[in-house]
């Protein structure tokens, strides 16, 4: 590994610890750019290790995305520069509102849209 692409995966995780780990009542959280909690997924570590460390192409994101990359985390950090979507004014805007679990009711959709934009906007 060149000195370059140490002091890259040096910066990346460096990001991520800033970024992402939120410490609420002595527990580490991982927080994605959309406020799921990537260590209460249960893809987290299998398939996928966390959005900020694969800068937005997640695995389903790679079979479902033209682009290969979550709408939300391009959106967020990779045109707007932001370290998630808790730090838009725009949240929750229509990608947030219109980005669904095709196995979750309409209900439980909006039920956690509301705790993940309240995890956002407190991190």
């Known amino acids: 590994m060149s000195e370059e692409d140490k002091r890259q995966k040096s910066q990346d995780k460096s990001f991520l610890y800033e970024c992402c780990i939120l410490h609420k009542n002595n527990s580490a959280m991982i927080l994605s750019a959309c406020g799921l909690k ?3 997924c249960e893809f987290f570590n299998k398939t ?4 900020h460390m694969v800068k937005g192409s ?3 994101a790679k079979e479902m995305m033209p682009s290969k990359v979550c709408p939300l985390y391009d959106c967020s950090v ?3 520069g932001l370290k998630d979507c808790g730090q838009c ?3 929750p805007c229509a990608t947030f509102l ?3 679990d095709p196995k979750t ?3 439980e959709h909006e039920r956690l849209i509301g705790i993940r934009v309240a995890l956002l906007k407190s991190n």
């Open 38 to 40: 990537c260590d209460e």
């Open 48 to 51: 996928c290790t966390g959005c």
């Open 58 to 60: 997640t695995f389903w």
């Open 78 to 80: 990779n045109k707007k």
């Open 89 to 91: 004014a725009e949240l």
């Open 98 to 100: 219109q980005m669904k």
């Open 105 to 107: 009711s309409d209900e």
